[in-house]
């Protein structure tokens, strides 16, 4: 079992950067491919940004370039820095894990945390 808990969401001007960390329970963590997708009011839940075990990274065309994703196995913790932010952006970010690979059928999700970017 996996327990995740995201943070670092909040309201920032277009242009502006956050980070938002997403931390696992587990002792395994470092075997886990880690994502983070976003919903916004009115649609449905899409791929922002996955992590594999290997640390292979892979990007939405959306964010591509702006965002960055990470992961600190010794902190069991998957960042994802977002720069450049765009009205766009807004939505609520989940966190994910899975023991293959990170989909919208991801075996774990934390609760979400909103980003809100104003223009």
């Known amino acids: 079992q996996v327990q995740l808990a995201e943070s670092g969401g909040g309201l920032v001007q277009a242009g502006g950067s956050l980070r938002l960390s997403c931390a696992a329970s587990?002792?395994?963590?470092?075997?886990?491919?880690m994502g983070w997708f976003r919903q916004a009011p009115g649609k449905e839940r899409e791929f922002v940004a996955a992590?594999?075990?290997?640390?292979?990274?892979y990007y939405a065309d959306s964010v591509r370039g702006r965002f960055t994703i990470s992961r600190d196995n010794a902190k069991n913790t998957v960042y994802l820095q977002m720069n450049s932010l765009k009205p766009e952006d807004t939505a609520v970010y989940y966190c994910?894990?899975?023991?293959?690979?990170?989909?919208?059928?991801?075996?774990?999700w934390g609760q979400g945390t909103q980003v809100t970017v104003s223009s």
């Open positions: 992590i594999s075990s290997g640390v292979r990274t």
């Open positions: 994910a894990a899975d023991s293959q690979r990170v989909t919208l059928s991801a075996d774990y």
């Open positions: 587990g002792r395994t963590f470092s075997s886990y491919a």
